[in-house]
């Protein structure tokens, strides 16, 4: 399904009405919308402390047709894994459980619970949205902040660290599905979603998910944003189905006919890697590229 074709496909039922509390440029809508419009109305949604609880808004009024639990922030894949139990047992499986959490509720807070349910098996659909920090709660660094960015809790210094490779760690659990997927790459978000929905089991999604508040970048490049880390394999598109990984979309473009950018012009256009010296951007080329090659080599190319 090309990003063209898809586009004639889509549902014309929309679950996101338009206006909502999120920052101008927030890549998390782009994606929301289209998982959502895969899923269809027989979908429950989990959420932390978050930014995806500010687009929810405040009860009693919010422009997300259709019912949402907010739990407790380390708390998302238990309280997922609460309502696929529920539902079994009231003979009422037809309906999707969307657990979906930040970088900071996934990677860091959130990551016991997840593996516990991961680990059981529980028939949810995960959902990481990743914008590299705690954005909703003033951009502290997390684990998946990248090495070199400056957050408000490394101001003066940028982040040593390289981010976590949270895809890896899920890997381990023996997941039916995962997948990567880019709010830049909306086609590629519902055609995996459309696969994941007939799937048992835990399903987990990474979604990169660009913040221009805390990357410091015009509202207007979101998606720019995004493609770049794309086109130069910061953020591959991807799924592991029981086990066998394949490339999707521009990635699958780039592994078979190259054209691979650098990583130097997507930091110089953001300002939390102002601080970045050329040994730094020298050192986030190669981990970049080591990563690449080692998809390239499990996808078979």
Not at 132 to 156: D, F, K, V, W
Not at 257 to 268: I, L, Q, T, W
Request: proline content about 5%.
């Amino acid at each position: 399904m090309s990003e063209q074709s898809a586009i004639l496909d889509y549902p014309e039922q929309e679950y996101i009405l338009p206006g909502n509390r999120l920052c101008a440029g927030c890549g998390v809508t782009i994606a929301y919308r289209f998982m959502l419009k895969a899923l269809g109305k027989k979908t429950v949604i989990c959420v932390p402390a978050s930014c995806l609880t500010i687009l929810h808004g405040i009860y009693p009024k919010t422009p997300v047709m259709a019912t949402t639990v907010n739990n407790t922030f380390a708390s998302t894949a238990a309280a997922a894994s609460g309502f696929s139990a529920a539902f079994k047992a009231t003979g009422r499986e037809d309906w999707h459980v969307l657990a979906m959490a930040g970088d900071g509720g996934t990677f860091d807070m959130g990551i016991q619970a997840l593996s516990g349910a991961a680990e059981r098996g529980e028939n949810i659909i995960y959902v990481c949205y990743d914008n590299e920090a705690y954005m909703n709660t003033g951009s502290q660094r997390s684990s998946a902040t990248p090495a070199g960015a400056l957050t408000s809790t490394t101001p003066i210094r940028p982040k040593e660290q390289f981010k976590k490779d949270f895809m890896k760690i899920m890997d381990a659990h023996w997941l039916p599905y995962m997948a990567g997927i880019s709010s830049a790459y909306p086609a590629d978000v519902y055609k995996k979603f459309l696969k994941a929905r007939q799937i048992k089991g835990t399903r987990f999604f990474h979604l990169s998910a660009p913040c221009p508040t805390g990357w410091f970048y015009p509202t207007k490049d979101t998606v720019k944003i995004g493609r770049m880390m794309v086109e130069s394999c910061i953020f591959p598109l991807y799924e592991i189905e029981e086990g066998r990984l394949s490339l999707t979309g521009k990635s699958l473009s780039i592994a078979r006919s190259g054209g691979k950018k650098p990583v130097d012009e997507y930091v110089a256009i953001q300002g939390r890697f102002k601080k970045m010296t050329a040994e730094q951007v020298a050192q986030f080329q190669k981990h970049v590229d080591e990563q690449w090659e080692g998809l390239l080599a499990r996808a078979g190319f």
